[in-house]
């Protein structure tokens, strides 16, 4: 396969010719491939170069045609009958051919020919279709032996997912869902989707996440390929990095954090919490995304709420109609009526209270306000 860069405007962003081609050259051999690599003043001389094998690097056009010359006349893409004459007249490289009159050449060759050698030479414009990546990535890799342990897939699920950062970061995307789909033999295949809480196209974060999905696969037979697919993409803008922390930060590494337990322990697992619009303090939450919390949509409370309640209230026992626990308990603050639920028959009538008991510990505990008027503890405060 032939592929063209044009990389004149690059070079000093590169630091010169020979640090872009070993870069190219060490990224090709990330994903897998060789490659001979050749620059030339014209597109079809490089192409040409490439394909003789001769990583020949030429930034002016006064040794261009020198160094063509050399090269043998089949790598023109010539006809069967056109090579034949030329070889009867003992022509076989471009140099011998240049050195024959032009006239001669057009009568019998035909001007296509010698259109060729002129925008090898440069002496007519070349231009080329820019590139147009697809919308959608799909690519898969045959294993060089069938795999029975799925954490061996992660050397080969790696290299395509470095030519799925190389397509991102070209085409200006990130993604937030993709699909590995491992081929069996005689069995259908075994499809590991990695869901992401934010759109990325980090290497290192994408191929953590994914060995922990393969960490607790199980394959029902040795895999033969593995195939990935991303169908939808995101625009994924780069940003300045920072010497100080950024916001930005924290949430990424936050994400990423939860993107990687989710990995591991599976996404139903791994849940956030957001508020409800409810003044029972067992009403007041609910589960959703991660990320996705809301502000709540009623007044905050007059009164601190601790972060851990018990599920149910624990009954406290009574000492001289005082409540206790761990001792009798001292009312610090209160109370705090909340009368609210009649129209789900869960209906709360109670009066809240901080209290202390003798080991300083706070507790929040309630009455109910009904005939028996027991007293319960509903949460600790750290």
Not at 98 to 119: C, I, W, Y
Not at 297 to 308: D, E, K, Q, V, Y
Request: hydrophobic share 45%; charged share 20%.
């Amino acid at each position: 396969m032939d592929v063209l860069l044009e990389v004149g405007r690059s070079l000093k962003l590169f630091g010169g010719l020979e640090n872009l081609s070993e870069r190219i050259r060490n990224g090709l051999a990330d994903l897998g491939y060789e490659a001979s690599i050749a620059c030339a003043p014209t597109p079809l001389a490089a192409q040409l170069f490439a394909c003789a094998g001769l990583e020949i690097r030429i930034r002016h056009a006064d040794t261009l045609r020198h160094e063509l010359e050399k090269l043998p006349l089949s790598l023109l893409g010539c006809a069967p009958g056109t090579l034949a004459m030329l070889e009867r007249f003992g022509i076989h490289t471009v140099g011998e051919c240049l050195r024959l009159p032009r006239a001669g050449l057009t009568r019998r060759l035909g001007e296509r020919f010698l259109e060729n050698l002129d925008r090898a030479l440069g002496r007519l414009p070349d231009p080329r279709p820019p590139f147009v990546p697809p919308p959608t990535f799909n690519a898969a890799l045959p294993l060089p032996a069938p795999v029975e342990q799925s954490a061996a897939l992660l050397f080969a699920g790696r290299r395509l997912l470095a030519e799925f950062c190389g397509f991102m970061t070209a085409t200006g995307s990130g993604v937030q869902r993709l699909n590995f789909a491992l081929s069996h033999e005689d069995h259908a295949d075994t499809h590991v989707t990695l869901s992401l809480v934010a759109a990325t196209r980090d290497l290192d974060h994408l191929a953590a996440v994914l060995r922990e999905r393969l960490a607790r696969l199980e394959l029902p037979r040795p895999a033969t390929v593995i195939a990935l697919v991303a169908e939808r993409l995101f625009p994924f803008a780069a940003r300045n990095l920072s010497f100080l922390p950024d916001v930005r930060d924290h949430a990424e590494t936050a994400a990423r954090l939860i993107e990687q337990l989710r990995a591991r322990l599976g996404d139903r697992v791994v849940c956030g919490l957001t508020v409800r619009a409810d003044y029972r303090p067992e009403c007041a939450w609910q589960v959703c995304e991660p990320g996705k919390a809301v502000a709540p949509a009623i007044p905050a409370a007059s009164f601190s709420r601790p972060l851990w309640l018990f599920a149910p209230p624990l009954l406290l026992t009574e000492a001289a109609s005082s409540p206790c626990w761990e001792g009798p308990l001292s009312l610090l603050a209160g109370p705090e009526r909340i009368e609210t639920g009649w129209w789900d028959e869960s209906h709360v009538t109670r009066d809240y209270f901080v209290a202390r008991n003798p080991a300083q510990s706070l507790l929040w505990i309630y009455r109910e306000r009904n005939v028996e008027g027991k007293w319960y503890l509903h949460g600790v405060f750290g």
